[in-house]
């Protein structure tokens, strides 16, 4: 069975402070997709990134940037200079592969407030 | 324009009386599927379709249920809602059946059962 957590319920920061996301997963297949999205106050879902199992690669977009351990099995999401924009909630998940059908598993988000 | 769209986006109804929230996408995509997003447990998925007549459940399919008679359309039933569906609803399609796309989501429906 899979599973995410984000053991971050709500995090609060200042404007320009750095600020990162953990996300911890559980799986037992050995080719998995990990994805991120953001929920702003308006309530659509936002793609942000998608990293596969064999690609350890930390990822860099703009202010955003993705650390993916295997080892730890996490998949860290860092905000640096943070702005109000980044206000909202943020979703780690994982998708179990490439079997048809393959389910999208949430984790429980983090509420990410930016203070000015 | 490329997206997902659900109706209504509000709706407050009363436990018992049948309801319908549809959803379809412009995109030609094979795979469909709904979640439900409640405070603390994420989104969780109710059911999902591989293709049209092809529909399979999720992680919490009781008191719903689906239809894929068209591959654009796929809508969310509940036949006699309660409470404790209270909740805000998705819709979402990916271009393939692999789990390597990235889901698109629908605007999401609020729902009020009293």
């Known amino acids: 069975a899979q599973k995410v957590t984000q053991a971050q319920t709500e995090i609060s920061v200042v404007e320009k402070e750095d600020v990162t996301l953990d996300c911890v997963y559980e799986?037992?297949?050995?080719?998995?997709?990990l994805f991120w999205y953001k929920q702003p106050p308006s309530g659509e879902l936002v793609f942000l990134i998608r990293?596969?199992?064999?690609?350890?690669q930390n990822e860099i977009s703009g202010r955003y940037s993705w650390n993916f351990q295997k080892s730890t099995s996490s998949f860290n999401f860092t905000i640096t200079a943070s702005q109000v924009v980044d206000s909202a909630v943020y979703f780690c998940?994982?998708?179990?592969?490439?079997?048809?059908?393959?389910?999208?598993?949430f984790g429980e988000g983090t509420q990410l407030t930016v203070n000015p | 324009e490329a997206q997902v769209t659900q109706n209504p986006r509000y709706l407050i109804t009363v436990t018992g009386k049948k309801l319908t929230v549809t959803c379809s996408q412009n995109?030609?995509?094979?795979?469909m599927s709904w979640y439900r997003q409640d405070p603390g447990l994420g989104l969780r998925q109710i059911y999902y379709?591989?293709?049209?007549?092809?529909?399979d459940k999720g992680d919490v399919p009781e008191g719903y249920k689906v239809s894929r008679k068209e591959k654009r359309n796929f809508p969310l039933i509940l036949e006699s809602p309660s409470p404790n569906q209270t909740s805000l609803y998705f819709c979402?399609?990916?271009?393939?059946?692999?789990?390597?796309?990235?889901?698109?989501f629908g605007p999401g429906t609020r729902l009020t059962v009293t």
């Open positions: 979402a399609s990916r271009p393939e059946l692999a789990g390597w796309y990235e889901q698109y």
């Open positions: 799986t037992r297949d050995t080719t998995y997709y």
């Open positions: 990293r596969n199992s064999f690609d350890e």
């Open positions: 998940a994982l998708s179990d592969g490439e079997t048809s059908g393959s389910r999208l598993t």
């Open positions: 995109m030609n995509h094979e795979y």
């Open positions: 379709s591989m293709n049209v007549e092809v529909t």
